[in-house]
C-alpha cells in the first residue's frame, strides 16, 4: 500500500463518517423535533403549535 | 305593534337548498346549533342578508351562492338549514341594528417593554396577509389564491425609523370565536403575545364580510390599522369609498394598499408605528355600540371583571366556555356566571332570538350602517353581479366539460414538464457528464476518484438533472393556485371527497401534498373533527409529493416512448384513487363518524401574475438544490461507500458490489421484492428513499454507475437503466417492471420528516399503522400490476 493509497483512505473514510453523522443527526432531528417543530428538518421559523 | 317575531312568523319562508339557479332571495334565519351555524352567521347568513343561487357543481352538488359579494359553496343538505324568504319581503328593519359607536377610554401603555414592538397581521383568509408578510420582510413564505394556506404563525423582522419590528402572520379568520381551529389560534396568539398593535388586513372590494372581524378586534381595545388590501381591484369596481369617514367610524387608521406588487405598505407600516406611539398615552377607543340593553349589561359586567377587555365579556354573557375559563380564578366567578346568565336570558327575551344571532346581526348591522355611510357603490353594477374574470368560470365548471378540463389541464402540465424540461435536462446531463470524465482523467485511479466520479457525481447529478421539469411544474402549478382555479377543483370534485368519506377541506391538504406532505399534514390543523384529520393525515402520502418526480421522470424517459405525460398522469391519478379508496374503508371502519358539516369560500378569478409565480418556482428550485447539496450529497456517499467495501481483490466491478455490504443488503430483501420485478438494486433502492424519496434515484445512480466497466464510455442514468442486464442476459427494466417500481415508489411508506409530522399530529399509534399500511398496499399494487401485466 502506497502512501497516497493510505492518505486517500483516510480522506475517503472521514468523508464517509461525516456524511453519516449528518444524516443519522438529521434523522434525529427530524423524528425529535426542531427549532421550527414542523418537522421539515431545518428551521422554517414555524412556531409550536 | 307587530314585533320583529311576529314579522319573520308570519314572512313565507322555504329553504335555500330548494332556491333554483339565478334566483336572489334574503336570509330570514340559520336553523340548527353549533359551530358549523355559527360559521355560516359569520359567513355573512345574517338576518336579511341577500343570497344569488349561482350555480351547482357538475354533479349537482355543491351549489354555489353568492352572499356580500363572496362565493360560497355549500352542499344541499347544509343549504337546507337556511331560511330565506323573497329577496323584496319586508320582514325587518336593517336599519334598527346599527347604532353608531361608544368610545371607551383605554390607559396608556408602554410597549417597550420587552424592547421588542410586535405588530400581528389579523384578517379573513386570502386577504393577502403572507403578500404583505412576504414584502414587508422579504420571507419568501408561500402565498396562493385560497384560504388556509398559513396554518400557524410566521415570523419575520423589519426596521423602520431605527426601530426593530416582529411582524407576526397568522391563519386567516373570519372571526374570533374560537370554533374552528385558526380562530382559536388567532385568539390565543392575542391573548398570551399582546401584540402591539394589529394589521387588521381586509379585502377592499369585500368589506362588509372583511370588517365583521374589524368589530370584534375593536373590542379588543388593541391599536389597529386596517390596511384596505387589492385596493387596485377596488378602484377599477367604480365603487367609492370615503377613507377619511370610514376611520373616523371605526376609530382605526384605514390605509389603501396592494400588498401583491408593493403600493401603499411603506404608508401601511408607517400608520402602524403612529398607532403604538400613540397608545402609549390615553386614548380613546370606538367600539360597536350594541344597543342600550346590552351596552348597560356589558358596563356592569366589565365593571364585575376589570381585568378583561370588552370582548370577552361580551363572550362571557354569550356563554363562550373558552372565555368563561378566564374567569375560573376570580373570586366572584359564580356570581359573573350568575349574571351573565340572567344577562343572557334577558336579551334574549328583549330581542326574541339566541344571543349568538343576536350579537352576529349587530355586529353586520354596524358594518352595513357604517359602509351605508362611506361606501358608493358603482350604479352600473346589480346586485348579484358576479366579479370580473367570472365569464370563464361557466366553461370552467360547467357540468359536462368541468371534469375533462381538470383532466386536460393536468395533462397539459404534465407533457409540458417533459417536452419543454427535456432540453435544460440534456444540458445539464451532458454538463455532469463532462465534468465526470474530465475528473475521471484528471485524477490518478484510486478510493477517492471513485468515491468522486461514483458516489457524488453518479448519485448527487442522478438527481439534480431533474432540476428543470421540477421548476417546470411547480411554474404551472403556481399558474393554476394563483388564478383561482385550484379551489374550483376542490368545487368540482366536491361530492366525490364526500362520497369517499373525506371533508371537504381535506383538499387543501392534499393539494399541498403535491409539493410536500410535511406542511400538508400540518394544514389539516384546520379540520375540526380530529377523525377527519386522522383520515386526511393518513391518506396525504399517497398525493406523490415532489421528491417522487424525479424517479417517474427517470423511469417514464427510459422506458416510455410516447406518451409520456399520460403515463405520468395516470401516476399521479393512481395515488388519488388508492387515497380515495383507504379513506373509504377507514371512515366506514375504524375511523367511522358523521360528516362534518362545511363552508368552503371560492375565491375571486385573479390573473396569475409572473413575478408570484417565478418566486414560486425558484423557492421550490431552491429547496431542492439545498437538498442536493445536503442530505441526498450524504446519502449518496454512505451509500457509494456501502457498495464500496468490503474490497475483493480480482473481482469484476459488477461482482464487487454484488459482494459489498449494499448487495448483501439487497441479496437478503431481494425475496420480498421480486415478485414485484425487482432486482436487489431497486429493493435497496427503495430502502434508502427513506431518508428522502430524491435517493431513490441517487440510489440507482450510484449503484449502477459503480457497477459500469471503468473502460465504458460515460453514459447517462437513463441508458444505463436501458441497457442493465441480468445474469441470464435479459434486460432487468423493460416498461412493465418501471410501472411497477414507480407504483411502489408512489404508495410505499412516507419519508422520515412525513412520518415525524404524522406522529406529531396524529400520534405514533397512527405513524406505526402507516408504515405498515402504506407498504403493504404498495406492495400488492405493484404485485398485482406486475403479476397481471406478465401475463397479459
Known sequence: MTTSTIIQTIVVLGIVAVALVYVLRRVIKTTRGNDCDCGCGKNCRSKKH | MINKQDKINNTHTRLLDNEPVGMTVQVVRVMGDGAFRQRLLEMGFVRGAQVTVLKNAPLKDPVEYMILGSHISLRHSEAAQVEVTDKDAEFCDMEDAYNGIVETTVAGVDPMEDNVLRIALIGNPNCGKTSLFNCVTGAKEKVGNYGGVTVDSKEGWFNIDGRKVQLVDLPGTYSLTEYSPEEMYVRTYIRDNHPDAILNIVDAGNLERNLYLTTQIMDMNIPMVVALNMWDEMEKSGDHLDIEMMSRLLGARMVPLTAYNGHGVKEVLKAAMEAIDESEQETRHHNVNYGALIEDCLKELGEMCPTLDRYTVLKIIENDQHALELIKGQDNADLVRKTAAEMRQRIERDYNDDIVSIVTDLKYGFVRGALAEALTANPDRAIGETKPGYSM?????????ALPILLVLMWLMFEATFTLGAYPQEWIES????????IGKAMPDGILKDLIVDGIIGGVGGVLVFLPQILILFFFISLLEDSGYMARAAFIVDRIMHRV?????SFIPYLIGFGCGVPAIMATRTLENRRDRIVTILTIPFMSCSARLPAYLLLVAAFFTAKQGLILMSIYLIGILVAAITAIVLSKTILKHDKTQFVMELPPYRKPTARNATIHMW???????????????AASIIVWALGYFPRHEGQTPQEQIENSYMGMMGKAIEPVVAPLGFNWQMGVSVLTGAAAKEIVVSTMGVLYTGESDATEES??????LQTATKANGEHVFDPIVAYSFMLFILLYFPCIAALAAIRREAGTKWMVFEIFYTTGVAWLVSFIFYQVARLL
Open chain 2, 431 to 438: 454538463g455532469i457528464g463532462w465534468i465526470g470524465e474530465w
Open chain 2, 619 to 633: 423557492s421550490k428550485g431552491k429547496q431542492y438544490l439545498q437538498k442536493m447539496a445536503t442530505i441526498i450529497l
Open chain 2, 393 to 401: 368560470d361557466r366553461l370552467l365548471t360547467n357540468r359536462w366539460l
Open chain 2, 501 to 505: 368519506g373525506l371533508h371537504g377541506k
Open chain 2, 715 to 720: 453514459t447517462s442514468l437513463k441508458e444505463k
